[in-house]
């Protein structure tokens, strides 16, 4: 079973182009990489397979930024974007 997730990066120690080297082209997600001022930023989309969770993606994209730079920070933030939360409002059509 797949999931499907909004997976945003945020990183201090790498560029925006090994940031966009390791989301996209390591792990297969589809997005945009981005700087200011200092801070790197990756935005975008994918699937975790195979009973992988959020922390055991976090952890391989950890280790592929500190492969790079070991002094570097990196953060993730998941966002599930099959289990949102919704409201539904109107008539209740069968």
Not at 37 to 51: A, P, S
Not at 53 to 76: F, G, M, R, V, W
Not at 78 to 84: A, K, V
Request: charged share 30%.
């Amino acid at each position: 079973m797949s999931r499907t997730y909004k997976l945003a990066i945020e990183a201090v120690g790498i560029t925006k182009e090994q940031l966009g080297k390791i989301a996209i082209e390591q792990f297969g997600w589809e997005g945009e990489t981005d700087s200011y001022k200092g801070r790197v930023y990756f935005d975008g989309e994918g699937r975790l397979y195979g009973g992988m969770d959020e922390e055991d993606a976090h952890i391989q994209i950890y280790k592929a930024i500190k492969a790079i730079n070991s002094e570097a920070l990196a953060e993730t933030t998941w966002t599930n974007l099959e289990e949102l939360p919704c409201e539904s409002y109107g008539d209740v059509i069968e």
